[in-house]
């Protein structure tokens, strides 16, 4: 049971490594990135900004940029796109995770596994010496009952270590997509438009105005459910 233990382990470590080495790639500072892409737009510079988000990597700028591609479309049209954005990057996140969670849930039966066949080779040394059992017969099955059992609680804990640090990580990762989602779309729907050369009567502005930022309201609102 111990080359079973070694091998959920190394398993595991090459896991951890590959979803940190991703995680780390996917997480930006948000706020310096969509405050950036706002400074892009608001110098009507539309296809800038959608290279720096093609050029950035991770599900921040995957979402802005959605929301980007869809700026002249209705709040609701751009509320869709957006989502789906993020219902294609998120999943991503917590791939994997699910492995790791199993490994640190598996590793303990392992062990305990490995602690019974200890002690069945233990009892097998006393049936074999019958009254007369000596230490030296009795040891090995107890030394390897009790290295399983050692082995297995050495895997156990670094795994759901691993496990609750890689989750914090995507849980901070889709906060900063949520916040970075409403945020540009409001800023679209508000400033970004309002910016833009009117066509009809003024009247006709200031409605578009409000209803845009009533519009935004609704539209952060529906993507944090």
Sequence with gaps: MMWVLLTLGLLGLVLFIERTLYLHRGQIAAKAF??????????RRLVEALTVCEETPGPVAAVVKAALLHADDSAESMRFHVQEAAVIELPALERRLGSIAAIAQVAPLAGLLGTVLG?????????????????GALSAGMWQALLATAGSLMLAIPAHLAHH??????????????????????????EYRG?????????ASGGASGGGESEAGETGASLRK
Aim: net charge positive; glycine share 12%.
């Design 195 to 203: 910016g833009k050369p009117v066509e009809t009567s003024g009247g």
């Design 165 to 190: 640090f890689l989750c914090g990580r995507v849980r901070a990762i889709v906060r900063d997509v949520e916040w970075s989602g409403n945020e540009i779309m409001k800023f679209l729907l508000t």
């Design 119 to 135: 002690m069945v080779t233990t009892f097998l040394a006393f049936e074999k010496s019958g009254n007369y059992a000596t230490a």
């Design 34 to 43: 969509v405050d950036g892409i706002k400074n892009i737009l608001v110098k």
